[in-house]
């Protein structure tokens, strides 16, 4: 990446902060945990507390993470952190992993999701909680795949929130297991992202760029493409 993409990233990424944080951020978890979810009368956007937790646009890029979560899964687990709108976990489903794992923090959200689960022909475990709270007992190098995609709940976590995620992730999938996750990137892994990946022990570090058309209005993605990370243990 150039000095000047580089710049015009951050630019970018200041503005979203900005924007969201002039949203605000409740001081408990346990308010995101019971906040009831909205959906916007067009169906295109999913908001917690006034958040967009998730917006249709992204899906062709939760299409490209489940294909990529499930590349290893044939026979095997995908575990997936962040329900949503549960865009990625219908792609996941297409791919018919033999079991899928979801961990949903939002009451409601994870009730859908339960809902969900019941209407599919491969086996979904919902798990309700953060993944703080949850991944940590769940046993290690028993997933195929796992995709993080969750929402912000702080003003320090807008972007990256995957980092704190990466070394219960490496401890979670089984040899050759793929992880990936929306990586607030745009064109490529940013030198304090690879610095990450590494010490979490991923050594494989792999992207792909996917295409994306993002509304004009949308507050948490102003470029026309997102990294898809494809790293492997």
């Known amino acids: 990446m150039d000095t000047k993409t580089n710049n015009t990233d951050q630019l970018i990424e200041a503005d979203i902060v900005r924007t969201l944080e002039s949203i605000g951020f409740p001081a408990s978890p346990q308010v995101w945990r019971e906040a009831a979810p909205a959906i916007d009368p067009d169906g ?26 499930t590349a290893k899964a ?9 329900f949503g709108m549960g865009i990625s976990a219908r792609f996941i489903q297409q791919h018919a992993p033999a079991h899928h794992v979801i961990i949903e923090m939002n009451k409601a959200i994870a009730e859908t999701a339960r809902a969900f689960a019941r209407q599919q022909a491969n086996p979904v475990t919902i798990l309700e909680g953060t993944w703080q709270e949850i991944a940590p007992l769940l046993a290690g190098a028993c997933y195929q795949g796992i995709l993080f995609d969750t929402y912000p709940t702080s003003e320090a976590d807008i972007f990256r929130t995957f980092t704190p995620f990466l070394a219960q992730a490496h401890r979670l999938l089984a040899p050759g297991g793929v992880l990936t996750y929306f990586s607030d990137e745009a064109t490529w892994f940013s030198a304090e992202h690879l610095a990450a990946l590494r010490a979490a022990g991923f050594s494989k570090i ?11 209005d949308c507050l948490y993605w102003r470029q026309p493409t997102i990294l898809a990370p494809v790293i492997e243990k």
């Open 206 to 216: 792999n992207g792909e760029l996917v295409p994306v058309t993002p509304p004009p």
């Open 44 to 69: 295109q956007t999913l908001r917690l507390l006034g958040h967009p937790v998730m917006e249709r646009w992204e899906e062709p890029y939760m299409q490209k993470l489940a294909a990529l979560a």
């Open 74 to 82: 044939v026979g095997g687990t995908v575990l997936e952190l962040g």
